[in-house]
């Protein structure tokens, strides 16, 4: 059972939306993707592995694609300055997100303690549901298909996925992107992370956020979070609302 967060301080708009990140808070989803990048180097005949310690490490560059270029620049920066060298990692990234979708598609990733059931609630109550996450488009549609196949077509409203953001997070841009959709102001919603990256990202755009730390964000920096939880195991609207003031 989860220990009740402390009660906010301050008095806020009405929540109005909850935005939820993908990988880590609506699903355990690293694993999956850390086995993906190791397959499809794997087929590249690439000398790489990112066993659990480096994958802990590496996730502190959010966004694949640039954990990719990011890990390529530390062991062959000359593979990575040669004139194909974006061409390179974003064909080892298309490869690893296809690889991905697969293990998704046989059932891999399960959604997080107590996700589905807030879903519905919030639903059911008329609290409006985004998305705003790093990963690709069909990495969500994927899990939507699958470990949320349970939840009702449409039950977010917005999607906010890697292709809507240039810039990953922590940049808020995903978020702000996702509240421009809404029509909403930042202080109506609350924003739902299991990383510092994603805590700093919603904070950017001016939302309250709730973490929710997993396995592999554990040692984050989730400074400005409302509260840190273990899950959302026990948390319901009154819950939410408890912690955010309103
Ligand atoms: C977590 C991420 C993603 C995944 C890998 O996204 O940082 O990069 O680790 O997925 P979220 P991609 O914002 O949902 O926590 O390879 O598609 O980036
Ligand atoms: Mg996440």
């Known amino acids: 059972m989860t220990a009740m967060p402390p009660e906010s301080s301050g008095r806020r708009a009405d929540l109005q939306a909850v935005i939820f990140d993908v990988d880590g808070t609506l699903a355990d989803t690293e694993e999956a993707h850390r086995q993906a990048f190791n397959a499809t180097f794997g087929e590249f005949g690439l000398p790489w592995h990112w066993d659990v310690e480096l994958y802990v490490e590496l ?70 549901l ?50 421009e959709k809404l029509g909403l102001p930042g202080e109506a919603c609350l924003a739902i992370e299991d990383s510092g990256n994603g805590v700093r990202a919603a904070l950017g755009a001016g939302i309250p956020v709730l973490a929710t730390e997993c396995a592999w964000t554990r040692r984050d920096d989730f400074t400005g979070a409302l509260a840190v939880l273990p899950d959302l195991e026990g948390i319901d609207l009154a819950g939410l609302r408890r912690i955010r003031g309103a």
């Open 59 to 128: 996730l502190g560059v959010a966004s694949g694609k640039e954990r990719l270029a990011h890990y390529c620049r530390c062991v062959d920066p000359q593979r990575l300055a040669q004139p194909d060298g974006a061409e390179f990692i974003a064909r080892l990234h298309q490869r690893k997100t296809r690889l991905y979708e697969r293990r998704i598609e046989t059932g891999e990733a399960a959604a997080r303690p107590g996700v589905l059931r807030l879903i519905r609630e919030l639903r059911e109550a008329g609290v409006r």
């Open 130 to 179: 985004a998305i705003a996450t790093t990963t690709s488009r069909a990495n969500v549609d994927a899990l939507l298909a699958t470990a949320l196949a349970d939840l009702p077509p449409g039950s977010f409203e917005v999607i906010g996925a890697g292709e809507q953001a240039a810039a990953k997070k922590p940049a808020p841009d995903i978020y702000r992107w996702v509240l």
